[in-house]
């Protein structure tokens, strides 16, 4: 019994490991530095495109990007429109992508997490502004 309650517990610290693995991994050895946005053009009242930049520290791969609109604990997720052309390139250069936002809430209350995939064992997070 005792035997199974360790390996439960061992079981247990494994997944709560990796659920937050990627996010302290970020904050001690981040992908990307100095982001800024460079361009924000509001398309209508809803919508805003952005552009930025950003200095990349280490060598990763980009899984995906997630922007959120709220404070850090009662966020929405939102949807990000790829422009065509648009991604996370090397050269240091994100965008430009459509949020459903407009530049005060942009500016004030949202936020985007890049997952980089830097090895097999978790994605690495990465929170932009």
């Given at each position: 019994?005792?035997?199974?309650?360790?390996?439960?517990?061992?079981?247990?610290?494994?997944?709560?490991?990796?659920?937050?693995?990627?996010?302290?991994?970020?904050?001690?050895?981040?992908?990307?530095?100095?982001?800024?946005?460079?361009?924000?053009?509001?398309?209508?009242?809803?919508?805003?495109?952005?552009?930025?930049?950003?200095?990349?520290?280490?060598?990763?791969?980009?899984?995906?990007?997630?922007?959120?609109?709220?404070?850090?604990?009662?966020?929405?997720?939102?949807?990000?429109?790829?422009?065509?052309?648009?991604?996370?390139?090397?050269?240091?250069?994100?965008?430009?992508?459509?949020?459903?936002?407009?530049?005060?809430?942009?500016?004030?209350?949202?936020?985007?997490?890049?997952f980089h995939r830097?090895?097999?064992?978790?994605?690495?997070?990465?929170?932009?502004?």
């Amino acid at each position: 019994m005792t035997r199974l309650l360790s390996v439960t517990a061992l079981a247990w610290f494994v997944l709560f490991l990796h659920s937050i693995a990627g996010v302290l991994e970020g904050a001690i050895l981040p992908v990307l530095a100095r982001m800024e946005l460079s361009e924000i053009v509001e398309i209508d009242e809803t919508h805003v495109q952005v552009q930025g930049r950003s200095r990349r520290l280490r060598s990763c791969a980009v899984d995906r990007i997630e922007w959120y609109l709220g404070a850090p604990r009662a966020r929405a997720l939102v949807d990000v429109i790829f422009v065509d052309g648009s991604g996370i390139a090397a050269e240091d250069i994100f965008g430009p992508f459509v949020l459903p936002m407009n530049d005060t809430q942009l500016r004030n209350r949202s936020h985007a997490v890049i997952f980089h995939r830097c090895h097999r064992f978790w994605l690495t997070q990465t929170r932009l502004f």
